[in-house]
């Protein structure tokens, strides 16, 4: 059993940036692929980005673009997601997940979950 932990979420002004950490610990880690997804308040659950573990091949929503940055450490079994030009459309709970699987943005193609991390951004 994969055991992900976040960290890194808080109360950002609009403009501002802040950084995920998502920290994986448990059997022998070797996910295919791990992702950041996020759910608003009354809205589904939507993917962020995601890495593939081995190559570090990225893919990206278009409404995060060129404003946030996932990247891995293997050596630390962790995952990050640097969020800069946030806005208060980025406000919601922040998920990290990984899966074997060749899926990249459906959310049931991941197996594990962590727990989540609050993203607040205000205007």
């Known amino acids: 059993q994969v055991q992900l932990v976040e960290s890194g979420g808080g109360l950002v002004q609009a403009g501002g940036s802040l950084r995920l950490s998502c920290a994986a610990s448990?059997?022998?880690?070797?996910?295919?692929?791990m992702g950041w997804f996020r759910q608003a308040p009354g809205k589904e659950r939507e993917f962020v980005a995601a890495?593939?573990?081995?190559?570090?091949?990225?893919y990206y929503a278009d409404s995060v673009k060129g404003r946030f940055t996932i990247s891995r450490d293997n050596a630390k079994n962790t995952m990050y997601l640097q969020m800069n030009s946030v806005c208060p459309e980025d406000t919601a709970i922040y998920y990290c997940?990984?899966?074997?699987?060749?899926?990249?943005?459906?959310?049931?193609?991941?197996?594990?979950w962590g727990q989540g991390t609050q993203v607040t951004v205000s205007s």
């Open positions: 448990g059997r022998t880690f070797t996910p295919y692929r």
């Open positions: 997940a990984a899966t074997a699987s060749i899926v990249v943005r459906t959310p049931s193609a991941y197996d594990s």
């Open positions: 890495i593939t573990w081995s190559s570090g091949i990225t």
